[in-house]
C-alpha cells in the first residue's frame, strides 16, 4: 500500500502550522507545512523558515503548534520553505517559559523568543556542531623548551598552548590581549606549533584548576548548606553579605557541588566588565568545561556557548542578562550576582528582568535560585518578609578586614579645590604617603556638565534634547550624553560673542586635573565610559590597578562594583547630593546601594578603610541611618515609606512611554488610554506626563504611570488598551512601549 503523502492531514483537514515571527506584531501566522514534510517533526520551539512580507522575501520563524486556519476569507496559504530543526532546541519547560514572558510583559511573542536565541541561530543557521580549528604543539613544540631566546611573545603563546593538549580556537587566543596570529605563523613555521581540526573548545578538557578553596568561615558554611538542602527542588535565596564577606566563595562552594552531582549551573552577573575577574576566579577553580555569554563577544562564541550548555556539552554558564534563557541540559543552580543591580532589567524593545525570568525558570525547571547582594533590592527584601525567598546573612567581612569608617564632610561654605574639600585633600596626601591607593569616586563624566558665558548667562545646549552640552576639554568638544550629538569646544559665546565661556560644575576630566596639579608625584588613572572606550583597556586597567602601578583611581559606577581592589584604603565620594535629589521614588535606594558599593572597595584587607562623603546634606535623614546603622537599618526604613505611599514593592507598576515627532501627539494618546482606563477602578492612572527629558534626539516624549496594588488588574488594563490601541487616530504617528515592573522612569 502506498503510504499517504505525509502533508494530507493539513490540506485536507484544514490545519496549519502556526507560526510566530521575529516582529513586533502581536499575532501569529499561518502557513502550510514544506512540500513532503513529516508531522512527527512538528514539535513547538522548532525554526521554520517562512515567506514573510513584500517582495518575497522570507525570515526565521518559531513553531507554536498546529490549529485551524484564523486566515480569512480565500487569501491562499504560503507554504513554509523548510523546516530547520529536528526537534526543538528550547526543551518545552523553557519554552513555557517564554510563552509566560510574552503574557507578563505584553510584548510581542515572536520577539520574546527570538531574544531567547543567540544572533546567528536567529538568522537560520544549522544547529549541527561544527569543528572548529585549534591551534597546537606538534610533538617538537611539547618537547621543546619554553625560553631559549625566544621573543616574549612567542614565549608568551607557547605558555598558553602548553596548557592545554587539545589546543586552542581562535576567538580563545584572542584574550590575549594583542594579536597573536604574526607569532602563530613564526611558530608553525618552526615546526613547533600546527592547526587541528577538534571539538569545539567549550567540550576540551580545561586546564587544571590552581586555586583551592578557602576554608569557609560558619555564616558561609551555613549558607552553602542552606542551598544544598534544597537541591533538586524550587527555592529562591537572597545571600545578603556585606563586601568582601565571600560571597563568591559561596557561589564556587555550590557550584562545586552541582557539577559533581553531575548537572548545571548558570551564573547571571550585572555588567561585562564584571565577567573577566569572575571568569578567571571560576576557570581557577573548576577543571569543568565553561561557556561565557555576553554582549563583549562575537557571534560566533556565543552561539558555541548557548550551544555546549544546550547540549550538555558545558557544565558552566558565566553570562549577562540575555543568557538567562539559554536552555540547560541538566539544569542544577542559578546564581544571580549583585541582584539590586538594574542592569538586569532591559531597558529597551522586550523590557525583561533577568532577576524575575530566572526566579521563573528556577520555579519550572524545580531548582533553587540564589541571589546576591551586599545591598539587596528593596522588592528582594520585601520578599524575604513575604516568607517568599530564604534570607542567607554573610555579616562579616572574611579574614582579618574590618568594615571601613565613614565620615560626613560638610562641604557647605568651604572652599573646594576643583570638588575636592580641604580634608580629602589632606587624606589623600596621607594615604598616598603611606604607600597605599586612593580611589575617588564621581558619577559624572567629561570635564564640566555645563558651559556658560559669563557676560550673558547663556548655556550650551543640545538642539535635540532637554539637556545641556558636557563639555569634553582633552578632545575640545561638546558632546550631548542622551543622543550623541557633538560639536567643537566653542570659544565665544554665541549670544553676546564675548569670549569669557566658562565650565561649570565637575566631571572626572575635571578632577583628574586637578590631581595632576595637587598631586605632581601620583599616578591618577581615570576609569568612565570615556576611558575605556577601548576594547580590552580596562582590563588592562585593572590589571595596572592590581599591580600597584595606580595610586590614584578616579572614576564613574565603573569602579564601583564588584572589583576588588586590595590596595585601596581611602574612598572619597565627591558629590553625593546629585543622587539625593531626583524624581524617581528609587532615587534613595540606589543612592544608598551606590554608597555601600563605593565603600566596599576601601580596606579590603588588612588595612582600615576610611570613606569620606562629600554633601551639602549632612543632617539628610537617609544618609545619617546609612552611615550610623547600616544598609539594613536604611532599607527596612525605606520599606516602610514605601508600604505607607504603597510604591512598589507594595503595588506593582507599569509606565507607558510615548514619543513623537510633533508636540502634542503623545500626551493625545496617553490621554486616550486614560479615558479608556477610566471605566475600571482598581488600577490608578497617573498622567500623562512629560518625560524627565520631554525631548531627546528631537522626539517629544509623555509617559502614563498605571499602579496597582494587585498585580491582576493591572495587567488585564494593559492588556485591554494594548488591544484597543491600534485603533486610535494617533497610534499611526505615535511610537510606544509598555515597561512592566519598571526600574526607571526615564
Ligand atoms: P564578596 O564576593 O562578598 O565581595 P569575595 O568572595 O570576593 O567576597 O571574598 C573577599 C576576599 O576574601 C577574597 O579575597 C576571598 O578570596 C577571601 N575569602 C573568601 N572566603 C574566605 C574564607 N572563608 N577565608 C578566608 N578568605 C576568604
Ligand atoms: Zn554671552
Ligand atoms: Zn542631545
Known sequence: ?????????????????????????????????????????????????????????????????????????????????????????????????????????????????????????RLGHPSAVEKERLLCLTETGRAASAQGGRAPRQIQLLQTLRERGSGFAAHELNALGWDWRPTARILIGKGIACYQEGPPAAQAQQAQPTAHPHLLNTAQQNAVDAVLEKLGGYQAFLLQGVTGSGKTEVYLRLVEKVLASGLQAMILVPEINLTPQLEDRFRARFAAPMAVFHSGLNETARCRAWLAMQRGEASLLLGTRSAVFTPLARPGLIILDEEHDTSFKQQESFRFSARDVAMMRARRLGIPVLMGSATPSLESLANVLRGRHTLLALPERTGVAVPPTFRIVDIRKQWLNEGLSPVLVTQIGQTLAQGAQVLLFLNRRGFAPTLICHACGWVAECKRCDARLVIHSAERRLRCHHCGNEQPLLRDCPNCQTADLRPLGLGTERVELALAKLFPKART????????????????????????????????????????????????????????????????????????????????????????????????????????EGYGAFATAALQERREAELPPYSHQALWRADANEAELPALLLTRLVELAAGQTEVLALGPVPAPMPRQAGRFRQQLLLQCTERKPLHELVEQLIRQLPGLPEAKRVRWSVDIDPVDLY
Open 525 to 628: 588613572l581615570r576609569i568612565d565610559r570615556d576611558s575605556t572606550r577601548r576594547k580590552g583597556s580596562l582590563e588592562g586597567m585593572l590589571e595596572r590597578i592590581k599591580a600597584g602601578e595606580v595610586d590614584i583611581l578616579l572614576g564613574t559606577q565603573m569602579l564601583a562594583k564588584g572589583h576588588h581592589f586590595p590596595n585601596v584604603t581611602l574612598v572619597g565620594v565627591l558629590d553625593m547630593d546629585g543622587g539625593l535629589f531626583s524624581l524617581d521614588f528609587r532615587a534613595e535606594e540606589r543612592t544608598a546601594q551606590l554608597i555601600v558599593q563605593v565603600a566596599g572597595r576601601a580596606g579590603r584587607e588588612k588595612r582600615p578603610g576610611l570613606v569620606l562623603l562629600q554633601t551639602r546634606q549632612p543632617d539628610h535623614p537617609l544618609l545619617r541611618k546609612l552611615i550610623r
Open 1 to 121: 500500500m502506498m503510504p499517504e503523502p505525509h502533508d494530507s492531514l493539513f490540506t485536507t483537514v484544514g490545519l496549519v502550522l502556526k507560526i510566530a515571527v521575529p516582529y513586533p506584531l502581536r499575532r501569529s501566522f499561518d502557513y502550510l507545512p514544506p512540500e513532503g514534510f513529516d508531522p512527527a517533526r512538528l514539535r513547538p520551539g522548532i525554526r521554520v523558515e517562512v515567506p514573510f512580507g513584500k517582495h518575497s522575501t522570507s525570515c526565521i520563524g518559531y513553531l507554536l503548534g498546529i490549529g485551524e486556519s484564523e486566515t480569512e476569507g480565500n487569501v491562499e496559504l504560503k507554504k513554509a520553505i523548510s523546516v530547520l530543526d529536528d526537534e526543538p532546541l528550547i526543551p518545552a519547560g523553557d519554552f513555557a517559559i517564554l510563552l509566560w514572558a510574552s503574557r507578563y510583559y505584553h510584548h510581542p511573542l515572536g520577539e520574546v523568543i527570538a531574544t531567547a536565541f543567540p544572533v546567528l541561530l
